[in-house]
Structures are given as C-alpha cells and as structure tokens.
Nanobody, 112 residues
Framework: QVRLVESGGGLVQPGGSLGLSCTAS????????MGWYRQAPGKEREMVAW???????WYEDPAKGRFTIARDNTKNTVYLQMHRLRVDDTAVYYC??????WGQGIQVTVSS
C-alpha cells in the first residue's frame, strides 16, 4: 500500500510564491512517475506537471514558465515550486504516483 502525503499549501497573494511537497511511503518511490494535479471549484481535475524516474519534467500550459517540479529520491519526495501565482491557480492540489496512488489533496488559495 503506497501512501502519499502533501504539505505546504495555504494562502498567498497574487504574484507570490508557494512550494508544495509530497512524501511517499510503502512503495518504491524511485521507480514511479510522479505528478501534480489540481481541481478548482466547479471544474474538472486537471494535470499540472509530471516528472519521470529519470528526472525529466513536463508541464501543462498554465504551469509553463511559472512552476517547477522536482524530485529527491533519497527523501521519497516530489516538489512543486510555484511562482507568479494567479487567482485562477486557486485549487486543491493532488499528488499522484501514476497508476498507483493519490494523495489526499491540499488547498492553495491565491487572493489579495
């Protein structure tokens, strides 16, 4: 049983930065493709970014140029560093190990 736990969410002003972390237990983290999704009120869950076991990242358009995904296999942790945040980045953010497990979700609110 793989468990994913997110941390680092909260309230930030537009234009600000926030970092999320997701730590895995109960599996073989270094073999997983890891990703971040988000779901805003009234919208479908959408992909934000992914990173391969070989550290190759990819991003959906809203994240490009603003967000960075990274992983540290020695800590079983994947990160999402978010910069120049906008109000429409407000959502519950979910960590995902592809085809294996989801985290519980963590709130990110961008507001003045």
């Amino acid at each position: 049983q793989v468990r994913l736990v997110e941390s680092g969410g909260g309230l930030v002003q537009p234009g600000g930065s926030l970092g999320l972390s997701c730590t895995a237990s109960g599996g073989t983290f270094a073999t997983y493709t890891m990703g971040w999704y988000r779901q805003a009120p009234g919208k479908e869950r959408e992909m934000v970014a992914w990173i391969s076991p070989e550290d190759s990242p990819w991003y959906e358009d809203p994240a490009k140029g603003r967000f960075t995904i990274a992983r540290d296999n020695t800590k079983n942790t994947v990160y999402l560093q978010m910069h120049r945040l906008r109000v429409d980045d407000t959502a519950v953010y979910y960590c995902n190990a592809r085809d294996i497990a989801w985290g519980q979700g963590i709130q990110v609110t961008v507001s003045s």
